[in-house]
């Protein structure tokens, strides 16, 4: 006979939760490894870059002024035959310019100058907004963009999995009856030591887990999608009239520039005025640019077409100066320009996160915050791999029993629609595991009747 009172739903419902929360965490653990190892490297792009490459990134500074725009593009295509497709001016007194091509082998390559005297210092392949190939490929890896569309999606079906993760897991840890969860780890050994080691760790950093995961999302490509057409739609991410009227391409800002505020990635870029005449000269549209106030540490694309247009844009560690200007490539006119004020709410709070996310916005105290984030998540997924390991019995993947009480499901029934809607991904994944549930309850259920 079944026992339905209060004390075994509970203990049903116990039971299920940590079912779910042992199973998924079973299954995206390798892309929580992933992310936390190559985000904590991420973390770190510039030092690495500037210690990787210091003879390209840094030079002795002079007295005297630096050379003119054209000077030192001059320098790098006489060098490196190709076609100018960005110019990137000494962020300090004693870093160099940077000056990207289109090579006569098809590649893009960033060329490093002597912003003083011209010399060219060295050649990479264009590494984008990462700054080197190495911080690509672990930028690329963070993601799995190399997976394509479907790594992409595995990692966005993980991220809204490591916030239910963080959720179950404190349910699961709560203080119950006479039961108290750990603040500290207390066992000296076995896998006792390790329990304690992983409620401990999630219960500490859970938090700035969870903050990692939603922040990332954005990236994404069903979560990211809808949160930038609703926020689009309500006239809280990009404001409606982007454009003021005016003819636009069907380029993306994205595919122009290294790195430009999330929210206007995928906003198209405008389009010239004329389609011919003399197009205006780089010195000037780098004057231009700086009048208007642009910080130091911004790129100018140059355009590529007839219709094209000069993109001047930067994105400091400091957002409140990240900033978009197009200009006309004939008349040098302004056709859009745009700073952090001039996004929606959804839009700044969504600059921001990512901001703190890359750990640029409060300089070396937000990067050692998220290192020791990813390390906890590091440890975590050690602590539970040593715990599955321990307990698990002989040729068994020991997950724990199917509660017998099938009313608690029920219960759990709303919180999972919920968080489905909220991560879609997430969703599907629940409906196949209800699935895989269903399946083995109805296997148990036939042996029961044949015994």
Excluded at 28 to 46: C, Q
Excluded at 81 to 110: C, F, H, K, M, W
Excluded at 174 to 184: A, C, D, E, Y
Excluded at 272 to 291: H, N
Aim: aromatic share 10%; hydrophobic share 45%.
């Amino acid at each position: 006979m079944t026992d339905t009172s209060p004390r075994a739903a509970s203990a049903a419902l116990y039971r299920a939760i940590w079912r779910w929360h042992f199973i998924a965490g079973l299954l995206i653990l390798p892309f929580v490894l992933i992310l936390a190892v190559t985000g904590a490297i991420y973390l770190f792009k510039d030092e690495i870059n500037d210690a990787a490459y210091r003879p390209l990134r840094f030079v002795d500074p002079a007295t005297t002024a630096p050379l003119r725009p054209s000077q030192i593009t001059t320098a790098a295509l006489a060098a490196h035959p190709g076609t100018l497709r960005a110019y990137s001016p000494a962020p300090a007194p004693d870093r160099s310019a940077e000056v990207d091509i289109l090579g006569q082998d098809g590649l893009r390559d960033t060329i490093y100058v002597d912003p003083y005297r011209g010399t060219v210092l060295g050649t990479l392949w264009d590494g984008g907004a990462a700054g080197s190939p190495a911080m690509f490929v672990v930028r690329k890896l963070h993601s799995l963009d190399y997976v394509g569309w479907f790594g992409n999606r595995l990692i966005e079906a993980a991220a809204g999995w490591m916030v239910l993760l963080v959720a179950t897991g404190t349910y699961l840890w709560w203080p119950r009856n006479s039961k108290l969860g750990t603040v500290r780890i207390k066992a000296t050994r076995g896998r006792p030591w390790w329990r304690d080691l992983h409620a401990v760790t999630g219960l500490y950093t859970g938090g700035f887990i969870v903050f990692l995961a939603l922040t990332g999302l954005p990236w994404s490509g069903v979560w990211g999608g809808k949160f930038y057409d609703y926020s689009y739609a309500l006239g809280l991410g990009i404001p409606d009239g982007y454009w003021s009227g005016a003819p636009v391409s069907t380029v993306p800002v994205k595919d122009a520039v290294d790195r430009a505020p999330w929210i206007m990635e995928n906003q198209p870029l405008p389009l010239s005025g004329a389609t011919e005449g003399p197009v205006q000269a780089l010195d000037t549209v780098v004057a231009r640019v700086e009048d208007l106030g642009l910080v130091p540490g911004y790129g100018v694309t140059i355009p590529g077409t007839p219709e094209g247009v000069f993109t001047a844009s930067v994105y400091p560690d400091d957002i409140t100066y990240e900033r978009v200007i197009h200009l006309d490539q004939y008349s040098g006119a302004v056709l859009y320009d745009a700073d952090l004020a001039d996004l929606g709410t959804l839009g700044r709070w969504a600059e921001w996160g990512i901001s703190v996310h890359m750990g640029q916005e409060f300089g070396l105290l937000n990067q050692i915050v998220l290192l020791l984030a990813c390390l906890a998540m590091i440890a975590l997924c050690l602590s539970a791999s040593v715990m599955w390991w321990k307990r698990r019995p002989s040729g068994s993947l020991g997950v724990p029993q199917v509660p017998t009480d099938w009313r608690i499901p029920r219960m759990l029934l709303l919180m999972a629609v919920a968080a489905g809607l909220f991560f879609p991904l997430v969703g599907l994944s629940m409906l196949a595991l209800a699935g895989v549930e269903l399946a083995v309850h109805l296997r148990n259920r036939r042996r029961l009747r044949m015994a």
